[in-house]
Structures are given as structure tokens and as C-alpha cells.
């Protein structure tokens, strides 16, 4: 079906991520989280390898390495397998679901109750649950489709967006490998479009500047980046790249167009509050996207 998505259903699948992503994101910047894996003797940036990749059971390091794709591997092998020598997997996935709870909780206060949320949770819901018959190529979302679905809608909308999420990345990961671009190389690009500063995606993902340097000389040599002094994608590098997001969103787009375009604008027409709450709350970055292009979030 995935390889049947017209224009339309590619930007539902843009759009519609768009709104929700936020209210996933949350989870990684969550003090209440933070202080969940600390409580099982790791520090936050263990807790993040641990917890996003728990559902895939007691991972290897190079398991990890290939499914995240963009970190330093040596920043996940200082991570894992030593995170499961502090706990097992199936705390730290309870961990993660505890510290998103009590974050969402503080944040939306009493619209963790409203008929709104419980009515994005069930249309989020349907469209992840679109997704899990489709697993083939999928790792990290196949993982997390394996999980047991929590009853709060308030936790059922967050764990429906991560699948959802899931679900894209995998296919993105798909597409960075189909254009040639390794995971420091992707995030060298993604610099070049002036969307995030350069600086951030490399100390993120723990790369050098030796590593990263060398990775803008290789995009140069292949003609992705320009020989200005500062960081841009060439006309070429532009088209490429663009050529990248198009697949991530038609390889994303199953689960919203079983979901219908009304439903879609529906949810995201009840999700934006909640999205827009965590955002302001914890991803300042995403409120100020939020206010530019209110088209994508819609």
C-alpha cells in the first residue's frame, strides 16, 4: 500500500505526525523520567538507550547502534549492555511509562480527564493499531507494537504516538540507507537546512568535531554541501534531501490514511492543545516551529 500513497496521503502522514510528535517527545526531556531511571542507579542519557530500546528485550549494543542509527557508537556502547546490569529491561519500559505519566500529569492537570483527550487517545489508537500488521522492516516499532497497551487515554495517546513515531523512523532509517547517507552524515544535512543548529545535533549524538568535519568534507566531495564557509546543502544536496523526507512520509503514511483524512484532522484538532502544552513546557524549539508554519500543525 505504501508504495500507492498520492500526494495527499503524504501530507496527511507530514501533517499529522507533526502535531502529535510533541506530545511523545516529551518523554525525552522529562525530568519525572530523568528521575525514574535514576532511581535504578543509571544516569539520563543510560535511561534513554535503555528505555526507548527495553522493548526489544535485554539488546546488544550493536542492536541499539543499528535501530538508532545517528549516535556516536561509542556513546551507546558507554550505555548498553550496562543498563541491564542495573535493571532489566521490563523496569526500565515501566520506568519510562511512569515517568511520561507523571509529566503528562503535571502538565495537562485536569485534561488528562477530558472527553477531548479520551477521543484523540481512541483515534491515535486506531491508527497505530493500522500500523501492527505491517511490521516487516520495522524493528523498533515491531518492538513496541509488542507491548501491552496502558488503559489512561492519557498514557493510551502517548503510547499510540510512539508507535506511530516508530513506525516513521524505521522507514526513515530505510531512506537514509537508500540515499547513502550514514547516520552523522544525516545529521550533517539536516544542519545544512538551517531547522536546528549544528552545534546541538553533534554534542546530542556525541560526535567529535573531528568526526563531524570529516563527515561535511565527505557530503562536499559528493556534492550534498557547498564549499561556503558556512554549513548549506547545494541545489543538488536540497533536491536529495527532499527526496528523503518525501519517502519517510510515504513510507508513514499507512496508518493515517486507514485512518481517513476527516478522522485525521479530527485528531489533530483534539491533540494540538496537548501537544502544544508539552512543548511549552519542555521543547521550546517546537513551539517556536509550532508559531512559523501552522499549516504542518494544523
Known amino acids: 500500500m505504501t508504495q500507492d500513497v498520492n500526494r495527499d496521503g503524504v501530507a496527511l502522514a507530514r501533517k499529522t505526525w507533526r502535531t502529535l510528535e510533541p506530545y511523545h517527545g516529551g518523554v525525552y526531556f522529562s525530568p519525572e523520567a530523568a528521575d525514574e531511571y535514576t532511581a535504578l542507579g543509571v544516569d539520563a542519557t543510560t535511561g534513554y538507550f535503555a528505555s526507548r530500546s527495553a522493548a526489544l528485550g535485554a539488546a546488544p549494543p550493536d542492536l541499539v547502534i543499528a535501530t538508532f542509527y545517528n549516535f556516536n557508537p561509542q556513546l551507546v556502547r558507554?550505555?548498553?549492555?550496562?543498563?541491564?546490569?542495573?535493571?532489566?529491561?521490563?523496569?526500565?519500559?515501566?520506568?519510562?511509562?511512569?515517568?511520561?505519566?507523571?509529566?503528562?500529569?503535571?502538565?495537562?492537570?485536569?485534561?488528562?480527564?477530558?472527553?477531548?483527550?479520551?477521543?484523540?487517545?481512541?483515534?491515535?489508537?486506531?491508527?497505530?493499531?493500522?500500523?501492527?500488521?505491517?511490521?516487516?522492516?520495522?524493528?523498533?516499532?515491531?518492538?513496541?507494537?509488542?507491548?501491552?497497551?496502558?488503559?489512561?487515554?492519557?498514557?493510551?495517546?502517548?503510547?499510540?504516538?510512539?508507535?506511530?513515531?516508530?513506525?516513521?523512523?524505521?522507514?526513515?532509517v530505510a531512506a537514509l540507507l537508500a540515499a547513502g547517507l550514514s547516520g552523522i552524515e544525516a545529521?550533517?544535512?539536516?544542519?545544512?537546512?538551517?531547522?536546528?543548529?549544528?552545534?546541538?545535533?553533534r554534542a546530542s549524538r556525541a560526535w567529535t568535531p573531528e568526526h563531524w568535519e570529516q563527515a561535511v568534507q565527505n557530503l562536499r566531495e559528493r556534492g550534498w554541501l557547498d564549499d561556503g564557509p558556512h554549513l548549506a546543502l547545494t541545489e543538488d544536496g536540497a533536491r536529495r534531501r527532499a527526496e528523503i523526507e518525501h519517502t519517510t512520509d510515504r513510507l508513514a503514511a499507512l496508518p493515517y490514511i486507514t485512518l481517513g483524512p476527516a478522522a485525521a484532522a479530527e485528531l489533530r484538532s483534539l491533540a494540538r492543545p496537548f501537544s502544544l502544552a508539552v512543548a511549552q513546557e519542555l521543547l521550546p524549539w517546537a513551539v517556536d516551529r509550532l508559531k512559523a508554519d501552522r499549516t504542518d500543525w494544523s
Open 78 to 172: 558507554r550505555a548498553i549492555p550496562a543498563a541491564w546490569e542495573a535493571a532489566t529491561p521490563q523496569r526500565f519500559a515501566a520506568a519510562r511509562l511512569s515517568g511520561i505519566d507523571a509529566t503528562l500529569r503535571r502538565i495537562l492537570g485536569a485534561d488528562i480527564s477530558s472527553p477531548a483527550l479520551a477521543r484523540a487517545a481512541e483515534l491515535a489508537r486506531s491508527a497505530a493499531e493500522a500500523s501492527v500488521c505491517h511490521p516487516q522492516g520495522r524493528p523498533l516499532f515491531a518492538a513496541h507494537a509488542a507491548l501491552p497497551w496502558p488503559s489512561a487515554p492519557h498514557l493510551v495517546l502517548w503510547h499510540a504516538q510512539t508507535l506511530l513515531r516508530e513506525f516513521r523512523g524505521d522507514g526513515h
Open 187 to 201: 545529521l550533517v544535512t539536516h544542519a545544512a537546512t538551517g531547522e536546528i543548529d549544528a552545534g546541538v545535533l
